[in-house]
């Protein structure tokens, strides 16, 4: 027999100042962990049974070979339900695990240029920005300004305006060029959300992952083909070897 809850977890008072400040056990009760004297019970299909006495719910929940758990305590009765609890617990976890994969998890990556980079060095920055945004992430743009450069930030501002036209399909400019003392800062944000962007890098390594095992599926054919030719080809020779005899008439 299960061991029931405690005066803080039973009371309906203790409850309610736990609601209002304190930590909120989620764990339902269930069976014979509810000792009130009276429940509101509904089916396990959703249908309104009506307020049954603890005893009579709990041998229903028994003859059913499911669980009375009760959904809603502060409800005058509480509102119980039958149900297999296991499963719910099991269902529910799986709802919980699947928003967290699916939830919207926005990384800022920050990349660093000099007004006067080169066009090599700017080549490979950029190729970092569209790696960032394909992946659902924002960019943080910093042009560091050294010297005289400080005295010229038209120079940062249409560097940075150059590598957002660059990266329009995949991003746009969240928040624009902005002198921060010696450097000039700009966000970049992709187009394509974190789970989106997530969902069609998994589906393009499947793909390339199956052109692989197609280009190696086709190789295998490819020398099996040629061993068997090979192998067909000294059998011949062997053939015509073995009946190279003098005293046999052409």
């Not at 069976?31 to 509101?40: F, S």
């Not at 229903?60 to 758990?69: I, N, P, S």
Request: charged share 35%; net charge positive; hydrophobic share 35%.
């Amino acid at each position: 027999m299960r061991a029931g809850p405690s005066p803080a977890q039973g009371h309906p008072a203790a409850r309610h100042s736990r609601h209002n400040g304190g930590h909120i056990s989620t764990e339902l009760r269930i069976n014979d962990r509810i000792r009130v004297p009276e429940v509101r019970l509904v089916g396990p299909n959703g249908e309104t049974v009506g307020i049954v006495p603890t005893g009579e719910a709990l041998k229903l929940a028994q003859e059913a070979d499911l669980d009375l758990v009760e959904v809603a305590p502060m409800a005058r009765p509480p509102v119980c339900k039958l149900m297999d609890y296991g499963k719910f617990k099991y269902e529910n976890a799986q709802k919980a695990r699947e928003a967290r994969r699916n939830q919207t998890n926005v990384i800022i990556k920050e990349m660093k240029l000099r007004p006067k980079i080169d066009q090599h060095d700017y080549e490979t920055k950029k190729g970092h920005v569209v790696r960032f945004l394909k992946a659902g992430d924002k960019v943080k743009i910093t042009i560091m300004f050294r010297g005289r450069e400080q005295h010229r930030p038209e120079l940062g501002f249409r560097l940075l305006q150059r590598l957002a036209e660059d990266v329009t399909e995949l991003g746009f400019v969240e928040s624009s060029p902005k002198q921060d003392g010696r450097n000039m800062i700009m966000v970049l944000g992709p187009h394509k959300k974190k789970a989106e962007a997530k969902v069609e890098m998994q589906a393009a390594k499947a793909e390339r992952a199956a052109a692989r095992a197609a280009d190696e599926a086709e190789e295998r054919e490819e020398r099996i083909a040629h061993n068997a030719g090979h192998a067909v080809a000294q059998k011949k020779e062997r053939g015509r070897s073995e009946n190279l005899d003098p005293e046999i008439e052409a």
